[in-house]
């Protein structure tokens, strides 16, 4: 029972780890760009989430609605004030521009914040749930649930929708898009929006049960790195799977081999990937 | 026989851009490949350079087998291309570009430099080895692009539109300058939209529609097939006739 | 000729003028940042291929002198060789699968495999973990390098500034040199003249991480003290970046200029800001690293060239 338990407590934190690795696989998608602080745009969702709660005092529905909005309006200010203006230059420009950008979010975090490790007071989602024998804190199950519920409407979002269709089409031939009519540059901030938002959204998921401090973006920003390889570069179903099974596999081996090996394992595995499979599990050979 | 390519084709997911290509080419030929655009001219080119892996077929250079070659082996090897888009050294100089191509055959600095000052010579940017090859304008950049591989001592080659986008004066210097370079002893092949270009330079046209060779022979005999009319009716066609 | 001797010329002067520890405290940490920058762009520079995760040699450097000390009480020298050969094995683990593939897949390598190394050195008890390890605190002999003074540490670090610039040098005038900046400036292009992309990658990345480590040796033999921090550390690996494309990535001076403008304001903002400042200072870190990225590429070196010419003209009219 302990062991379906771990199992189902990584799947729903999985579940959001393919929220936020999915808005990175898109703009990979898009642009070929990788963003290095893609994990800090989870952390600013986490202190959105955390102002939200201590100054206005709303719930989660709230605060996810809050983060989601702050971090739309930061990913498109960012893609329009910086990243349009490097993705045709050399790749020094194009690696530095997102690094630095993670050590200023990740660092003016610090200075605002301070290092500690905070969370959020007591919400309405307490309590845990028995299911059939297995407990699961109902925060946790809520979380995951609207995780997985948001990543799949992004997925019939880009498939399904004209504006989404739109998006695929920059990604699949710029020049081909261009002659269609459709402006590149809208759809790649709307990516970066998109992107961010869903990162800030997965941030304050995650607020809800997890306690934090603003190193947690390199982290997370590594873990997406390894999502995204694992799933296939630019594909949101092979982010959504592979979540999931990096949300597992780090749920087992802190079971197994104690917490502090979760990441370790995590990132020993993108280190093999690279080796054997760098098109990811899903991606053609 | 120089290069073959048997039954050559490539598939892109759905699309099919080469779909069974047929080519010979002798020692010391200058082969002009046309057709309209989106033909697969690109393509076929880009699996004789090695840098397209061909779904299938087999293409043979100098009685080896190189379809699954690199780049660097077709360039070892003796087949040398350009670019479409020039793909120039941008931030560095005339003369570095060129050397980065003479070391292939000349690994000590010095020798490199008396080779890529020779070619630099031969195609008439001599006296801007010093600029930095963002500064030339395209047809200098076509013109570096063409040095650059010269240098490399290659015994074919691939020139993809490296005459296009040239005024009517520079165009003159550029078919001078391909045929100096075709009389040291280099086989071409040349892919291009002006006809006027292949009409001088080339002894043998290669017709090129929906991935397949659709005719090929004499220029003057080429132009005036019933298929070839049909596949090309377009502005070539007509930029040929008035120029007639 | 007359520049290279002059500069280096002022910096055997340097300690001589200065001679009090603070001034001599700067001088070693300048030359130290410098050696590990210029060996960072060897890979990152020469060959655009840009590593954020260089701390992974600076770190196997720094533990191996630190970790034959602890364990068999060899002289820390001894691990110099080891931590270079254990930086070459790393360089071709990262290398050899990414360099197959675009820069962004070694960029997003280098951090990982750097993260994991961090994590795994942070619990490992023969390492030290959490706490780090420390080297001799009395010298046993000239042999164990711990000298009472910073004067021969400067003249060492010097000596292998110095050393790797001539080898930088001699490397921008051979093939090897013309084809790492023919990569940088287009693979496709490069390959189709016939260079071994792949090949050249990896050795400018081997040659690179051998004198990366070389830095963390020399680091922890003076310092005498390494942990999971300040070994494998991301901000080791943004020091070298950033002092890099400062002064121009890619350029022979460019790393030395660059640790002569941020190791003083490092020194400046940390007094300035007394203990709560290295997070102001990681906050400038990376909004200079943002300014680089979107204005110059080409760091102070390329800015110099742009502004040059015209003030030249403005003498001239």
Redesign the interface.
């Given at each position: 029972m302990l062991l379906l338990q771990v199992i189902v407590g990584g799947l729903l934190l999985g579940a959001i780890y393919a929220l936020f690795s999915s808005g990175l696989t898109l703009i990979?998608g898009m642009m070929?760009?990788?963003n290095?602080a893609h994990g800090e745009f989870v952390m600013l969702g986490m202190y959105v989430a955390l102002m939200i709660v201590v100054w206005l005092g709303g719930g989660p529905a709230v605060f996810g609605i809050a983060s989601a909005f702050a971090l739309f309006v930061l990913g498109v200010a960012i893609y329009l004030s910086?990243i349009r203006?490097?993705t045709r230059?050399?790749?020094?420009?194009?690696?530095?521009?997102t690094?630095?950008?993670?050590?200023?979010?990740?660092?003016?975090a610090?200075?605002i914040f301070s290092a500690n490790v905070v969370s959020l007071p007591q919400t309405s989602l307490g309590g845990t749930l028995n299911i059939f024998g297995i407990l699961v804190p109902a925060a946790q199950l809520v979380a995951g649930v609207t995780a997985t519920v948001i990543t799949i409407a992004l997925h019939l979002f880009l498939t399904g929708t004209t504006l989404g269709s739109q998006l695929l089409a920059v990604a699949e031939d710029r020049n081909a898009a261009m002659l269609m009519g459709i402006r590149p540059d809208r759809m790649q901030a709307l990516a970066w929006g998109l992107a961010a938002a869903g990162a800030g959204i997965a941030g304050a998921l995650m607020a809800i049960s997890y306690p934090w401090s603003p190193s947690v973006g390199?982290t997370f920003g590594?873990t997406a790195?390894?999502v995204v390889?694992l799933g296939g570069f630019g594909s949101v179903p092979g982010a959504m799977y592979a979540g999931l099974i990096i949300g597992l596999i780090q749920a087992l081996s802190a079971f197994y081999l104690g917490p502090?090996?979760k990441?370790?394992v995590v990132?020993?595995l993108?280190?093999a990937l690279?080796?054997f499979r760098?098109q990811g599990l899903l991606g053609k050979a | 026989m120089l290069l073959s390519a048997e039954n050559v084709s490539k598939t892109f997911g759905s699309l099919r851009a080469v779909a069974g290509a047929n080519l010979a080419i002798d020692e010391g030929e200058i082969i002009g490949l046309i057709g309209p655009n989106g033909a697969g001219k690109s393509t076929f080119f880009n699996c004789l350079a090695g840098d397209t892996l061909p779904t299938t077929g087999r293409i043979v250079f100098d009685g080896r087998d190189v379809t699954r070659a690199s780049p660097e082996e077709h360039a070892e090897l003796g087949v040398g291309r350009t670019f479409q888009v020039p793909a120039t050294f941008e931030d560095l100089t005339v003369l570095d570009n060129v050397m980065v191509g003479a070391f292939l055959r000349h690994p000590h600095r010095g020798a490199a430099r008396e080779h890529a000052l020779q070619v630099l010579d031969l195609v008439g940017l001599g006296d801007r080895q010093n600029l930095r090859a963002r500064s030339l304008g395209t047809p200098g950049r076509k013109r570096l692009e063409i040095a650059r591989v010269l240098a490399t001592g290659p015994r074919l080659m691939l020139l993809d539109e490296a005459l296009a986008g040239l005024t009517p004066v520079e165009l003159q210097q550029a078919i001078a300058l391909v045929k100096k370079i075709h009389q040291t002893g280099v086989t071409l092949v040349i892919v291009e939209h002006i006809m006027e270009v292949i009409m001088t330079l080339a002894a043998r046209v290669i017709v090129f529609n929906q991935g397949h060779v659709i005719a090929q022979g004499k220029p003057a005999d080429v132009v005036r097939q019933e298929a070839v009319i049909e596949a090309y009716l377009g502005r070539g066609h007509r930029n040929w006739r008035k120029k007639d | 000729m007359k520049a290279p001797i002059a500069l280096a010329l002022a910096f055997i002067l340097y300690p001589f003028v200065f001679s009090n520890a603070f001034y001599l405290d700067i001088g070693v940490a300048l030359l130290l940042a410098a050696i590990s920058a210029s060996a960072w762009n060897i890979v990152g520079g020469y060959a655009g291929q840009v590593s954020v995760g260089h701390c992974m040699f600076f770190g196997a450097g720094a533990y191996l002198p630190l970790l034959v000390y602890h364990h068999w009480q060899l002289p820390p020298v001894v691990g110099v060789p080891l931590g270079i050969i254990v930086s070459l094995v790393l360089a071709v683990i990262v290398g050899m699968p990414t360099f197959r593939l675009t820069g962004h897949y070694f960029s997003m390598a280098t951090i990982a495999v750097a993260e994991l190394i961090r994590l795994v050195i942070g619990t490992w008890d023969f390492a030290g973990a959490a706490i780090g390890l420390q080297g001799p605190a009395v010298g046993r002999g000239w042999w164990d390098l711990t000298f009472r003074g910073e004067l021969p540490y400067y003249f060492i670090f010097l000596a292998v500034l110095i050393v790797l610039l001539l080898v930088i040098s001699t490397i921008e005038r051979t093939r090897f040199g013309y084809y790492l900046r023919a990569i940088k400036a287009g693979e496709r292009a490069a390959r189709s003249l016939g260079v071994p992309v792949r090949r050249t990658k990896l050795y400018a990345l081997m040659l690179s991480a051998a004198f990366t480590s070389i830095a963390g040796s020399l680091y922890s033999i003076k310092t005498g003290f390494i942990d999971p921090e300040s070994g494998f550390g991301i901000l080791v690996s943004v020091q070298m970046v950033i002092i890099a494309a400062l002064g121009g990535a890619g350029t022979l001076y460019g790393p030395l200029v660059g640790a002569l403008i941020l190791i003083p304001l490092q020194t400046a903002t940390n007094t300035w800001f007394g203990g709560g400042g290295t997070g102001l200072t990681y906050i400038l870190y990376g909004g200079i690293i943002v300014l680089i990225a979107r204005f110059e590429p080409g760091g102070l070196h390329e800015m110099w060239h742009r502004i040059a010419p015209k003030f030249g003209k403005r003498h001239a009219a």
């Open positions: 990979w070929n760009f990788i290095f910086l203006h490097v230059g050399p790749m020094l420009a194009q690696i530095l521009s690094f630095g950008l993670a050590l200023l979010l990740r660092y003016t610090f200075w390199e590594l790195f390894v390889t502090i090996y990441d370790i990132y020993a993108f280190a690279l080796w760098p | - | -």
